[in-house]
Each structure stands twice: as C-alpha cells, then as structure tokens.
T-cell receptor, first 118, second 115 residues
Framework: GAVVSQHPSRVICKSGTSVKIECRSL??????MFWYRQFPKQSLMLMAT?????????EQGVEKDKFLINHASLTLSTLTVTSAHPEDSSFYIC??????????????FGSGTRLTVV | AQTVTQSQPEMSVQEAETVTLSCTYD???????LFWYKQPPSRQMILVIR??????QNATENRFSVNFQKAAKSFSLKISDSQLGDTAMYFC????????????FGKGTKLTVNP
C-alpha cells in the first residue's frame, strides 16, 4: 500500500517552454506532498511542501514563480516548471507522508522525473 | 531547524561482510522519526529502516539494524552479510513531529559491495 505514481519519468523540453510533472497517490489520500530536486551524485533538496487545498510553502531560495505547485485534490499534486532553462535540468521527486496501521509512519516516494532542458 | 550529517561520502565492503554507515543529526524537537533510505541506480527511494525517537530499542529489519544513541544524536546503520544488491546510495533522514513534518536528508553515503 501507499503508492505514489509519478509521471512522466523522463521529459525533454525546449528552453522557454513549461513542463508539468504529476504525482498521484494511488491507494491513499495524500494531505501533504513534498517536492524534491536532486542533482547528480547529490542528496535530495526539498523545494516545497504542498497541502491539499492551500498554497504551497517554498523553501528559501526556491523561486515560487518558476516552480508552480498545485495540490487541488487529496490524490494529485503537480509541479510545473515554467519557462524552463538548461539550469532547471535535474531529477525531481515527489513524496507523501503516510501513516496507518499497516504502513506505520513514514514517507513514500514517486519514481522521479528526469527533466532535460535543451 | 533540523540537520542531518553523513560524514562518509563513500564506503566499500566485501560481500558477506558487515559494514556500518554513520549519521548524526540535530533537532530541538522531542518527538521525531529517523530513517535510512536506499537509492539504487534506478533512483527509486526505498525505505530500509525506521526508528521512533521515543523508543529506546534499536530497530532491526532482517540484515539491517541501527544503533540509535539519542543523547549523542547518533543513528548509524549496520548492514550484515552484505550482498551485491546492497550497492546503492544510502541516505539518513529526519522528520520532526509537528509543523510541516518535512523530511530532511543527509548528503548520503555511496556504498559499494565488492564480490
């Protein structure tokens, strides 16, 4: 249980265009979703926390106008990279906090999206 | 603020041997969880083991166990009988209860298991 499906797994886009990444919780309701960015051979850097029905909370230094996060339902959160540039190329991962008798307390992760901006 | 420190960027171990990965953390919260995650080349994050801060007993999951020293804010991972499939990046992470409960990661340790 507690599966998060993330799409697309890979995307290549042209500089200046926008890209949307979706994360869906398949068998549970994700009240809170976390979005991370990971550069090669580095750790996961938290970009923002999204709560269903409210505005996302961005970490210091993350441009909220460039990385638009929407969490309109308990099963879907999206990250849109607007006016993408080559420096936005990275691996993006979503995560949801889970808590239940079967899974205990923890976090489940999407499989990630490799974004390449050319 | 929460911080997690992993001081070993890379480690290697021979197959069937035991290896210990180090992690220290800092938080002002009394209630928190600690995790070890594995990230293989596929980059899928996989939970290895979890420890509730209020539990004194160290968590174990088959070949994986932790040494949780709350006063020292230390949380090391021991892998016994290492297998080739254990080769991966290992991240120590902390989630404090209350507030956003965001998960904070250390920089990771790249573990290579040699045949």
């Amino acid at each position: 249980g507690a599966v998060v499906s993330q799409h697309p797994s890979r995307v290549i886009c042209k500089s200046g265009t926008s890209v949307k990444i979706e994360c869906r919780s398949l068998d549970f309701q994700a009240t809170t979703m976390f979005w991370y960015r990971q550069f090669p051979k580095q750790s996961l850097m938290l970009m923002a926390t999204s709560n269903e029905g409210s505005k996302a909370t961005y970490e210091q230094g993350v441009e909220k106008d460039k990385f638009l996060i929407n969490h309109a339902s308990l099963t879907l959160s999206t990250l849109t990279v607007t006016s993408a540039h080559p420096e936005d190329s990275s691996f993006y991962i979503c995560s949801a906090r889970v808590f239940g008798a079967d899974v205990g307390y923890g976090y489940t992760f999407g499989s990630g999206t490799r974004l390449t901006v050319v | 603020a929460q911080t997690v420190t992993q001081s070993q960027p890379e480690m290697s171990v021979q197959e069937a041997e035991t290896v210990t990965l180090s992690c220290t953390y800092d938080t002002s919260e009394n209630n928190y969880y600690l995790f070890w995650y594995k990230q293989p080349p596929s980059r899928q994050m996989i939970l290895v083991i979890r420890q509730e801060a209020y539990k004194q007993q160290n968590a174990t999951e088959n070949r994986f166990s932790v040494n949780f020293q709350k006063a020292a804010k230390s949380f090391s991972l021991k892998i016994s009988d290492s297998q080739l499939g254990d080769t991966a990046m290992y991240f120590c992470a902390l989630a404090a209860q209350g507030g956003s409960e965001k998960l904070v990661f250390g920089k990771g340790t790249k573990l290579t298991v040699n045949p």
